[in-house]
C-alpha cells in the first residue's frame, strides 16, 4: 500500500451532529477546536485529568461530556472523529493506533504525518465556510494554510469576491446600509458584503462612492444625491424606487452616508418599505460624527477634559421656529458638541450659543470632507467661527466641532 506521507489530503466535509466524536486533553488545543465541534452539533466527549478554565465552562454548562483521567483503550469505541492532543506521547501513539484499528478518522496534534485525517484552516463569510489545505504535504505549512484562508475569507467580507445566491423563492428584500464619512476602507464588512450581491443600489452622494465602480456591470445605480440648496432626488421618489424594485424581485441597497438612522432618514424609509409588506434589513454605519473628528485628531471625549458629547443638525437656524434644537440647554453643556449640516447657519448657531452662556473663546475644528482625500480642517473660536469659515470657503459636507477637545493635541 503507498505511503499514505506521499498523497495530499482529501478534503470533505464531516457532518458530526449528533454523532460521537472523542477529543482527547483538555489544553489549549482542545479549546480552540471544541467551539468549531459544537457549532457542527457534535456529542463530544472529552478525556482529560485536567483542562482549561474555558473547557471547564463549557463542561460545566453540559455543552461537552467531561471525564476527568487519562486515556485508556477502549475510548474510541462508537466515535466518528477523533482529535488527540494530549501531553503524553505515547498515549498519542496508542489513542491513534486504535482509531487506526477502529477506521475512525483522527487528528494528531503532535504528529500530524502520523494521523489520518487534518484540521484545515477554516473561516466563514457570508454564509461560506472556506476550508485551506496544502495539496504537497511536504510544505504543509499552518502558517500558510491560515494566511490563504484570512485571504479569501477577507475578499468575501470586504465584497471583492461576490458569492452569488441562488433563489429560494423568499421575499425580495431592502437592506439600507450606512457607508460611513466617506472613505470606503470604513463601511462595515456586512455593509459591503450586501452591496456586493445587489442588483439595484441607490446612492447618496454622501456615501463611499469609490465603491460603486467596484459593482459589476449589470447593477443598477440610482443616483439619490441631495446637495444643499441644490438638485435633490425627492425623499418620496426614493421611497418608491426601493418599492418598485424590491417588488421586481431585485436585491436593492439604499448606499448611506454615515449611519442610516442619524439624520440620514433611514426610518422613513425603512417605514414605507414596511407599509409596502417589504422586509427590510438595516445596516449601521460609523457615524461621521464620531469618525471624522478622529479623522483629524479630536477626540469627541477626553479625560479629564470632555466626559459628554452631543450631536445635533445644524440645517435648521436657532431663531426658526421649525427648529427642534434647545440651544440654550446646549449652550450650559460642558462637554463637547458636534454639529451636522451647519456651514451656511454657523453664524446663527456661534451667536446663540454665546447669547445663552457658552463662552465665546471655545475652541472649534471645521472639518469638510473628512476621512476623503480632499479632507481639511479649519480651527477657530466659536466668536470668530463664522468668519473663519468663510476666509477659508469652508464648504458642505463639514463636521463642526465645539469644545476644549478642538485644541488637543496629540
Same mark, same amino acid.
Given at each position: ?28 488545543? #482542545?479549546? *480552540? ?21 474555558? +473547557? ?18 477502549g475510548d474510541l469505541e462508537g466515535a466518528w472523529y477523533a482529535i488527540v492532543a494530549t501531553d503524553d506521547a505515547e498515549a498519542n501513539t496508542a489513542a491513534s493506533a486504535?482509531?487506526?484499528?477502529? *477506521? ?34 511536504? !510544505? ?8 490563504? *484562508? ?13 458569492? @452569488?445566491?441562488?433563489?429560494?423563492? !423568499? ?11 466617506? /472613505? ?5 464588512? $456586512? ?7 445587489? /442588483?439595484?443600489?441607490?446612492?447618496? *452622494? ?9 459593482? &459589476? @456591470?449589470? +447593477? ?6 441631495? =446637495? ?12 418608491? #424606487? ?10 436593492? +441597497? ?5 449611519? &442610516? ?6 426610518? !422613513? ?23 471624522? @473628528? ?5 477626540p469627541v471625549t477626553h479625560r479629564g477634559v470632555a466626559h459628554e458629547f452631543t450631536v445635533v443638525s445644524g440645517h435648521v437656524a436657532p431663531d426658526d421656529p421649525r427648529?427642534l434644537v434647545d440651544w440654550q440647554a446646549l449652550a450650559r453643556l460642558r462637554g463637547t458638541l458636534v454639529i451636522l449640516m451647519g456651514v451656511d447657519k454657523l453664524g ?27 479632507? $481639511?480642517?479649519?480651527?477657530? $473660536? ?7 469659515? $468663510? ?8 463636521? =463642526? ?10
Open positions: 500500500m503507498p505511503s499514505a506521507a506521499s498523497h495530499p489530503a482529501y478534503p470533505a466535509g464531516l457532518r458530526l451532529a449528533g454523532r460521537k466524536v472523542v477529543v482527547l486533553g483538555g489544553g489549549q488545543v #482542545a479549546q *480552540r477546536r471544541l467551539p468549531a465541534l459544537l457549532t457542527a452539533g457534535a456529542d463530544v466527549l472529552l478525556v482529560s485529568p485536567t483542562v482549561t478554565a474555558s +473547557v471547564e465552562a463549557m463542561a460545566t454548562a453540559g455543552e461537552i461530556r467531561w471525564e476527568r483521567r487519562r486515556y485508556r483503550a486504535e482509531a487506526e484499528e477502529r *477506521r475512525v478518522w483522527c487528528v494528531r496534534s503532535d504528529d500530524a504525518d502520523a494521523a489520518s485525517a487534518w484540521t484545515p484552516a477554516t473561516g466563514h463569510s457570508a454564509g461560506v465556510t472556506v476550508a485551506v489545505l496544502t495539496t504537497e504535504p511536504a !510544505e504543509r505549512d499552518p502558517r500558510r494554510t491560515a494566511a490563504v *484562508r484570512d485571504s479569501l475569507v477577507h475578499a468575501l467580507d470586504e465584497g471583492r469576491v461576490a458569492v @452569488p445566491r441562488q433563489g429560494n423563492g !423568499e421575499t425580495p428584500r431592502v437592506a439600507l446600509v450606512g457607508g460611513g464619512p466617506g /472613505d470606503p476602507d470604513l463601511i462595515t464588512v $456586512r455593509g459591503r458584503r450586501l452591496l456586493a450581491e445587489a /442588483d439595484v443600489v441607490v446612492a447618496d *452622494r454622501l456615501g463611499p462612492r469609490d465603491l460603486l465602480a467596484e459593482l &459589476p @456591470p449589470h +447593477v443598477e445605480v440610482i443616483d439619490a444625491a441631495k =446637495i444643499p440648496y441644490g438638485r435633490a432626488m425627492a425623499q418620496e421618489a426614493i421611497n418608491e #424606487a426601493l418599492i418598485a424594485h424590491a417588488k421586481a424581485g431585485k436585491s436593492v +441597497v439604499r448606499l448611506k452616508g454615515g449611519d &442610516p438612522f442619524v439624520f440620514g432618514r433611514g426610518m !422613513e424609509e425603512a417605514q414605507a418599505l414596511a407599509e409596502a409588506g417589504i422586509p427590510c434589513t438595516v445596516v449601521p454605519g460609523i457615524s461621521s460624527a464620531v469618525s471624522v @473628528p478622529a479623522a483629524v485628531g479630536i427648529s446663527a448657531i456661534a451667536e446663540a450659543l454665546v447669547r445663552h452662556g457658552r463662552d465665546p473663546e471655545t475652541p472649534v475644528a471645521l472639518v469638510q470632507e473628512g476621512t476623503t482625500a480632499a479632507q $481639511r480642517r479649519v480651527d477657530a $473660536r466659536l466668536a470668530t467661527a463664522a468668519e473663519t469659515a $468663510r476666509a477659508h470657503d469652508v464648504r458642505p459636507p463639514a463636521v =463642526i466641532v465645539v469644545g476644549a477637545v478642538a485644541a488637543l493635541d496629540a
